[in-house]
Every structure is written in structure tokens, then in C-alpha cells.
């Protein structure tokens, strides 16, 4: 009896092991059918976030280029910040008026035209004869980044079931930072080639090419298909995003919600007070993003490790692919905690990162003597504590913020104000960034930006809410009834 009980026992134990097998077959045969179900959906959310690459290589390409078009016409300081700073007039311009386009042409046509202005605007920047035909192809350019910041995070929140919203979405943050990268690159391959700065600036081209052709054959979203009475296009969309839906019903709720709007828009809109808190969160999270000096350091990355020691161009374009990679990889990062933790401990632990880095920094400018040939890994370390402390707080958690603290009503307007303001500060530091450094020396446009985080701290303590967990609806509520940020 006992021979028979240890055969039973053996048999249990390995009936129970094919059945933990079966059921790992059964789950990944499970996501692979989900993967295979919204395949169609995965390749339209990849191509139109390739308008974040393209607005993420145009923001970083110029900082190497920068090296070798200094060389060839020896700019000045303050040329040097209006070349650089260029693209944002542009982009100003274009995030002021893409919700008009959008809504007039459809969210496909108006990426498929920003594909097209990447593409003339790349061709523009390579062949510019001097520094003011250059500069204004970077404005050329600069338009369709306004645009793109808006339009593509637009059509993939409309092209995305429910449950997949956030993640598709997320994807364009992460294009941004694939593009920066990617510049990186471009510029590390074509640093010692003749005719080196134009060629960085043309290789545009060739995800702008991408961009169009892979937008030709995707559709419209439902919702502006529905909007222009486009009702059997709609319904093909739906078939191929989300098969498994009732789309008679989607589409019928989509024009209660259309008819619900056009009824309120025949109210004439009034600002209220309790407004005014929703603007001063949304506008100071991207002071706050854009004045603790991130894109001096995407732009200015090389020049400031030129400045710490490197001796060649190549050294510092190389160093500075270092630091587009972290940013890369920290991203993910963020985007795997910012539900988990809440915005405000990442928020808290980004800032204080990124005000210490900058302390560093400008210690290290300030004593180069002291620490002579180390000045330059001191300057290394320095910036990637502040890439890995931004990437993982205040580069997405600003964008998601200002999606969840406005009211439904004035949403569209308020993060297309929140756009232009994120421009707006950008061109001012970028700008001045350049004449700063050689007017009152590293140590103190460092230590200025670290002051400026400082400030930042407190206004996070005091003014912004914690959104994790709360609906949109709460949020509106709670600022209705003029709760205190801190205690949402």
C-alpha cells in the first residue's frame, strides 16, 4: 500500500507540473492573442508617434551641430541663442494654432502636412547659404513642432480603446526622448564627415519620410470621422482597432457627446475663480519643467562638456550620447511608477536630484582649478544625476499633470495655453542660455537653475495636488469647491 501511495503521490506531482505548464502556455498563447488583436492598433499608435521622434530629433539634433556650424561662421553668443532658439519661435506659432487645424482638416492630414514641413524644413537647414537663411528654416521647422507636440498625442488618445489610453499615449513621451536619442547618434556618425553640420540636419529627412508614407495608409479617428458625418469610415476604424466592440453604440454615444458640446458651446463660457488655481498649477509645472534648465542641456550638452575640458568635438558629441541614453532608459522608467508612487513623491525626489546635480555642477565650474583634468567627470556625473532625476519626474509627470488638473470644458484651450507657455519659457532659457554662460560664468547659471529648483520644491508642496487615484470628475470638484491642493 505504501509502494502504490508514493506511485500516486509521484503522479500527482507530475500531473500538477503539466498543468503549471499548460497554464503558462495558456497565458502567453493569451497575450499573444491580445497582441495579435490590436496588432492593427500597435502599428498605427508606432507610425503616428514617430511625429515625437521627429520633434524629439529636431530639439536635439542642433546641440551638436551647433560645434561645427560655430566653426564655420564663428557666431557670437547672442547668435548663437537665437540659432538655437529659433525652432521655438516657430513652435510657439504652431502649438497656438494647431487645435483650429485639427478640428478643421482631420488629425490625420494635419500629421501627414507636419511630416511634409520635417521634410522641406531638414532640406532648408542643410543647404542654408548663411547663419539667417538657417535660422529661419529652424522656424520653418519649429511650426510643425508646435504642431506635433499637440496633434499626435491627440489622435492617439482618439484612436485608443479605453484600457489601452494611457500606455498608447505614453508612447509619444517616449518618442520624444527614441529622438533625442537619436540625434545623439546622427551626430556621433557624422561628426567627422565633411560637410558634417548640414548632413546632421538632413538626416530629418528620413523619419519624416517615414512618418508620411506610413500615414498614408492609416486612418482618421472615430471620433473626427463621426464629427464630419463620416459615419461608415468610422465604423471600418472601429473594426479594425477594436474588434470586439458594439460599434453602433460607440458611435451613437459619440454623437450624444458631440451633441452635448455643441449645446454648451451655444452657452457663452465664462472664466470663474476657481478657475484661476487649474492655470496656476498647469503653467508653473511647466515653468517648472522647462526653468530648471532641461534643455540647456539638450541643446548646450556638448558646448558645456567643451567648456569642462573634452578636447575634441567628437569626445563631447560622444559624451553627450551617453547622457541621450539614460534619458532614454530613465523614461521607461517613469512611466512604470508614476501610478504606482503618486506624482508628488517623484516629483519631490526629481527636483531636489536635479537641484543637487546643479549644485554640483556649478561647484565644479567654480573651483576648475581645484579639480583640473577631473572637471570633466565631475561635469559627467553632474549631468547624468540631473538626466536620471528629470527623465523619471518632471519630463512626463508636467504633460500628465496638465491633462488632469483642468476642467472637461476648457481642457482643449487650457493645455493648448499650457503648450504655448511651455514654448514660451523654453525660448527665453535656451536663448539666453548661451550668453549667460559667457557673461557670468558656469558656476552661476548653474547654481541659478538649482535656485530655481529650490523654488519649484515649494511650489509643488503648496500648489500642486496629488492626482493619483482621483477621477477627472473629483479633481473638478475639488477645485470647484475650493479644496486646498494639499489635501485632495
Not at 500500500?1 to 507540473?17: A, C, G, P
Not at 550638452?301 to 578636447?311: C, D, S, V
Not at 503618486?342 to 555642477?361: D, N
Request: charged content about 15%; glycine content about 8%.
Amino acid at each position: 500500500m505504501r509502494f502504490v501511495r508514493i506511485i500516486q503521490i509521484k503522479q500527482f506531482k507530475i500531473f500538477r507540473k503539466y498543468i503549471i505548464i499548460i497554464n503558462n502556455y495558456r497565458d502567453s498563447f493569451k497575450r499573444v492573442f491580445i497582441i495579435m488583436k490590436y496588432f492593427w492598433l500597435y502599428i498605427i499608435a508606432i507610425i503616428a508617434s514617430l511625429g515625437g521622434l521627429l520633434s524629439g530629433y529636431d530639439t536635439g539634433v542642433i546641440s551638436g551641430a551647433l560645434l561645427f556650424i560655430n566653426e564655420s561662421w564663428n557666431l557670437a553668443d547672442t547668435a548663437q541663442g537665437i540659432l538655437v532658439s529659433s525652432v521655438l519661435i516657430g513652435a510657439v506659432i504652431g502649438a497656438a494654432t494647431n487645435g483650429i487645424l485639427a478640428d478643421m482638416f482631420g488629425r490625420k492630414k494635419i500629421i501627414m502636412a507636419t511630416a511634409v514641413i520635417f521634410i522641406l524644413g531638414s532640406i532648408l537647414c542643410a543647404i542654408a547659404p548663411n547663419i539667417y537663411v538657417l535660422i529661419a528654416s529652424r522656424i520653418f521647422v519649429g511650426f510643425a513642432v508646435g504642431i506635433v507636440n499637440f496633434v499626435v498625442p491627440l489622435y492617439l488618445s482618439e484612436i485608443s480603446p479605453k484600457h489601452l489610453r494611457g500606455t498608447l499615449v505614453s508612447l509619444y513621451q517616449w518618442a520624444i526622448t527614441a529622438g533625442i536619442l537619436f540625434s545623439y547618434f546622427i551626430n556621433a556618425v557624422f561628426a567627422g564627415a565633411v560637410y558634417n553640420w548640414r548632413w546632421m540636419l538632413f538626416a530629418g529627412v528620413v523619419p519624416g519620410l517615414i512618418l508620411f508614407i506610413g500615414m498614408c495608409f492609416m486612418h482618421d479617428t472615430p471620433r473626427w470621422l463621426v464629427s464630419k458625418n463620416r459615419d461608415d469610415e468610422a465604423k471600418e476604424v472601429f473594426a479594425k482597432i477594436e474588434p470586439d466592440i458594439d460599434v453602433d453604440k460607440e458611435i451613437t454615444d459619440i454623437k450624444a457627446t458631440l451633441q452635448n458640446e455643441e449645446n454648451k458651446s451655444d452657452k457663452k463660457l465664462r472664466f470663474k475663480k476657481w478657475m484661476i488655481m487649474p492655470f496656476v498649477v498647469g503653467i508653473g509645472i511647466m515653468f517648472a519643467q522647462i526653468c530648471t534648465g532641461i534643455n540647456t542641456i539638450i541643446y548646450y550638452a556638448p558646448t558645456i562638456f567643451k567648456n569642462a575640458g573634452f578636447e575634441s568635438n567628437i569626445s563631447a558629441i560622444y559624451a553627450t550620447t551617453g547622457i541621450g541614453v539614460i534619458n532614454f532608459l530613465m523614461t521607461i522608467v517613469a512611466l512604470y511608477f508614476t501610478d504606482r508612487l503618486g506624482r508628488k513623491p517623484l516629483l519631490y525626489f526629481g527636483l531636489t536630484g536635479v537641484m543637487l546635480s546643479l549644485i554640483a555642477l556649478g561647484g565644479a565650474f567654480a573651483f576648475a582649478d581645484f579639480f583640473g583634468d577631473n572637471l570633466k567627470w565631475v561635469t559627467v556625473g553632474s549631468l547624468v544625476t540631473y538626466i536620471i532625476c528629470f527623465a523619471m519626474s518632471l519630463g512626463p509627470i508636467g504633460w500628465i499633470l496638465v491633462s488632469e488638473v483642468f476642467p472637461l470644458r476648457i481642457r482643449g484651450i487650457a493645455m493648448s495655453i499650457c503648450t504655448v507657455s511651455n514654448f514660451a519659457f523654453n525660448f527665453f532659457v535656451v536663448s539666453s542660455f548661451p550668453i549667460l554662460l559667457n557673461r557670468i560664468g558656469g558656476a552661476w547659471t548653474f547654481w541659478g537653475f538649482g535656485i530655481v529648483s529650490l523654488l519649484c520644491i515649494i511650489f509643488v508642496y503648496f500648489f500642486v495636488p496629488e492626482t493619483k487615484g482621483i477621477s477627472l470628475e473629483k479633481i473638478e470638484s475639488n477645485w470647484i469647491h475650493g479644496i486646498n491642493p494639499r489635501k485632495f
